[in-house]
C-alpha cells in the first residue's frame, strides 16, 4: 500500500456511520476502484479516526482472494483519512438468504432448492476460509455477518468492514489487543462477550458469528431477533432455537456444525474459522452423508430399470393394437376393434404408472441430494434424467421446456454432457458426380424458416464437419448437372450422414440437366422425419411434379381420350359437380371447361384418374410418370428437417390458399399465387389449393391441405383414406417418376 494525492471522486457508492464509499478514477492505471473516505463530523472523535486507520492497515496486512484488496491510502485536502480498494460490486449474503428462503416459499420441493442451499453454503465456506487465513496471523473480525459478505458478480465472495478488527499480537500499533467497548452486531455476536465485559475476543468469537451466520442460512433469520437489549439478554440467559422453518428440513450434517460453531462454551467450538471451513468442506464434498446417498441412488437406479420396463410394454402393445387397427376398414363393428382398444387402454395405464414410478425416481435423487449434494453419483443421474427431457423437448421444437431442461442439466452436468451442451454436431456427404457444396443456415424470420448467408463447406465429400446445431439447406452444383437441394438437421453430439437401412452410405445423386425437367423437383435418395413422431423413414430418390396438374393438362389428356374414340373412359373421368360435369364439348366437338380456371389445379376426379393421366402422359414425355407414393409426398412437403409445413412450424392462411385465405369464397389458386407454399425442394402448393391423390401400401390416400382447409388443421403429417371414386372439390393430384 501507497500514499497517493486525493483522486476524482466520481459517484457515491455508499455511505456508512464511519466513512463515505465513493468511485474513482485510477489517472494512473485508468481504471475504476472505490475509495473510502472518513466522514467529517468523525474527525474529532479519536476512537472513530484510530478504527479507520486501522481499517486501512488490516485489510491491507490481509491479502486474500476473499479479502478486498487495499491499493493506496492517503489524505484529502481538508486532513480527512482515505483508503482506496477494489470496488466491489453485487450482493450481500443476506440478501442471497432471502431470495433463497423466498425461492423455497414458492416452491419446497423444487431441486433448485437444495441447489441453492450448497451454493450459499459455499460462500460461507469461502468466507471461512478468508478468516481461517485471518486468524492464523492473528486477526480478529469481530463483526462478522451475512451483510459483511460480498458476492461479486463473477463469483467473489469478499468478507468486509474490518473496522472492529483487533491484532492479537500487536504487530500493528494502530490495533490495539483490545478497545474496551464491546462491539459487533447483537444478533451475530459471541455470548462470553456479554457475559463478560472487557472479555478479550479471540478467533472462537468469529467462529461463533460465522456458525450464526450459517444458522441465518438454514432458517431465514438470525439467531435472535428484537432490540439490541432484548437480544442481548436473551443471549445471555439461553442458546437460540434450533434452525428450522415450514418446508424446509436442513441437512442433519449440516444443521450439527451449525450447533457446534454457536457453543455457548468457546471451547466446544471450533478453534478457528480454519477447522469450520474444513467440516463445511467436507460436509459440501458429501463424505458424512455418503452412504445414506448411494442407498438413495441405488433406489433410484431401480426405479429407472422399473420406468424403462413399463414403457416397453406399453409401445409393444400399443404398436401391435395400431397394426391389427390399420388392418380393419374404418367401418369394420366395435366387436371386431374391442380386443385392440383394450390393448390400448392397458397400454395408456402401462405409461401412467411409469410417470408415477419415475416421479419416485427423481423424488429419491433429490433425497440423495439432501445427504451429499457433491456426490457426482447422484449428479450423473439426475443429469441423465435432465438430459432425456432435453433430448424430447428439442425434438417437440418446445423452446420453453428445452431452456428448463437445460438449465438444470447444465446445473448437473459434470463433463458427461459437454459435448451434449456445446451444441455441435458433424456432417459428412459424399455425392456422385464430386459437387461443391454450399450451406444456408435456416433462421426464424416472419414466422417462416428462411435461408441465411450462403457459405462454401468445400467439394465433397466432406467428413465429419462440424456444425452447431440447426436447420441447413445444402446446395450441390457439379458441371452439366441440375443443383442437388438438401435440406437437413445438424442434431447435438450427433453425426449427420445419409444411411441406409442396409448400413451403406451411398452418394448423393446429383441428374444430369437433361435428365431433370423445368416443371420437376429432384428429391435425392435418403432419410427424411416422417409422421406426428418424426420417425427416419428412406425414400429413394424421385421426380415430382413442382405443380399439381392444371386444368388445362387434364383436359388435354381427355380431348386424346376422346379423339381415341374412348368416350366411356372420358365419361368416367370428367370431373363432376355431383351429378354435372365440368367438361362439355364445344359446338367443334372439342372438349371445354368454360367455368373451370384453366390454370388452376384440376379436382373433383376419382383416383382412377391419377393412373390414366401417368400412363398418357409418360406415352407423350418418354418417362415413366406414375402415382406420387404417400411418403414421397410428404418428404417433398416437409423436407428432412422435420419441419411441421413447407415453410416452417406456423400455419397462417396468408402463406398458402386455405379456408381463411380469401375475402369472398374459398376457391383454387394458380400456380403463382402464394408463393410462400413452396418446400425447401421447391414443391409448390403442398400445404393449400388442393389436397393430392397419393398411393400407400393400404391403398390410395389423399395427403396435404387444400382451399378448403381450415388453417387451425392444417397437417402435412397425416394420409385420409377416401373411397376411390369420391370426387371432392379440394381434391387434385400430382405425379411422380423414378428417373432411370
Known sequence: MHTMSPPKLL??????????????????????MAIKILRADRMQEPDQLRRFVAEARVTARLEHPCIVPVHSSGKMPDGRPFFCMKEVQGRTLRDAILQF?????????????????????????????????????????????PDNILLGPWGEVLVVDWGFAICLDGSLPDTPGQPDALEGTAMY?????????????????????????????LSGRAPYLGSVQEILETLVRQPPPLPSRPGFEPPDDLLQICLTAMSRDPADRHPDAGVLEAEIAAWLEGASAREKAQRAVAQAEEMGLMVERLRASARSLRDRAERALSLLPPHAPPEQKEAHWAMEEEADRLETEAATCEEEELHLLRSALTHAPALATIHDRLASWYHSRHRDAEARRDAREAARWEFLLRTHNRGRYDAWLRGIGALSLSAAPEAE?????????????????????????????????????????????????????????????????????????????????????WIPAGPFLSGPRLQPVWVDGFLIRRHPVSVREYLAFLQALSDHGLRDAVNDLLP????????????????????????????????????????????????TWRPVQSVEWEKAARGTDGRLLPWGDFADPSFACLRESHATAPGRAGPEDFPLDESPWGVRHMAGNVREWCQSEAGPVVRGGGFLTPAA????????????WVRAPDVGFRVACTPA
Open 11 to 32: 459517484q457515491l457508492l455508499g455511505r456508512g456511520g464511519v466513512g463515505d464509499v465513493y468511485r474513482v478514477q485510477d489517472p494512473v492505471l485508468d481504471r475504476t
Open 101 to 145: 428462503h423466498q425461492d423455497i416459499d414458492l416452491d419446497p420441493e423444487d431441486i433448485r432448492v437444495m441447489i441453492g442451499l450448497r451454493r450459499l453454503v459455499e460462500h460461507l465456506r469461502r468466507a471461512c476460509e478468508a478468516m481461517g487465513y485471518a486468524h492464523e496471523r492473528q486477526f480478529v473480525h469481530r463483526d462478522l455477518k
Open 189 to 217: 455476536i459471541a455470548p462470553e462477550l456479554v457475559m463478560e465485559p472487557g472479555r478479550v475476543a479471540t478467533p472462537a468469537c468469529d467462529v461463533y458469528s460465522l456458525g450464526a451466520t450459517l444458522y441465518a442460512v
Open 437 to 521: 457444396v454450399t450451406l444456408c443456415r435456416y433462421e426464424a424470420r416472419s414466422r417462416r424458416l428462411q435461408p441465411g448467408a450462403p457459405r462454401s463447406l468445400g467439394r465433397t465429400p466432406l467428413r465429419a464437419v462440424e456444425l452447431p446445431v440447426g436447420r441447413y439447406l445444402l446446395r450441390l452444383s457439379a458441371p452439366g448437372c441440375a443443383d442437388a437441394l438438401l435440406p437437413l438437421t445438424i442434431s447435438r453430439n450427433l453425426h449427420t450422414r445419409l444411411r441406409h437401412p442396409d448400413g451403406t452410405e451411398p452418394p448423393l445423386r446429383l441428374l444430369p440437366s437433361a435428365d431433370c425437367p423445368p416443371d420437376a423437383c
Open 576 to 623: 363432376r359437380d355431383g351429378e354435372r360435369p365440368l367438361f362439355r364439348p364445344g359446338p367443334d366437338g372439342r372438349l371445354r371447361a368454360a367455368e373451370e380456371p384453366l390454370d388452376a389445379p384440376i379436382s373433383r376426379v376419382p383416383f382412377e384418374a391419377v393412373t390414366g393421366f401417368c400412363a398418357w402422359l409418360s406415352a407423350c414425355t418418354g418417362r
Open 713 to 724: 388443421t392444417l397437417r402435412l403429417d397425416a394420409a385420409i383414406s377416401l373411397p376411390v
